[in-house]
C-alpha cells in the first residue's frame, strides 16, 4: 500500500500479529498455524470485504485486506512474542 501512496503505518490494519517470511495468501481455511512452542491459530477466513471503503481506500482506491488479510480462531492459547518462528502445521492446507 505505501507503494501505491497510502499514509500507512505498520499497523494500519487493525491487525493483531504480522508476520514475515510467511506467504498466508498461499495456505487455506482449516489451515493451522504454530507460533513458538505454544501457540496456534486455525484460519477460518481468507479476505474481507472493504467496509463502506475505509480511509486508506480513500486515499489510493485500493485496499489489500480483501486479497490478503487472513482471519483465524485460537486452537491452543498462550502468549506470541516478537521473534516467533511460525510453523504450517498442515501443508494440506493450501492454495484456499
Known sequence: ML???ANV???AFAQNVMTEGI???TLGIGCRLKFGEHVELEITQLGKKCHSRCEIF???EDCIIPREGIFTKVTKPGSIVVGDVITVCNYWCGGG
Open 3 to 5: 507503494a501505491k501512496g
Open 9 to 11: 503505518g505498520p499497523w
Open 23 to 25: 506467504d498466508l495468501c
Open 58 to 60: 480513500k486515499q489510493v
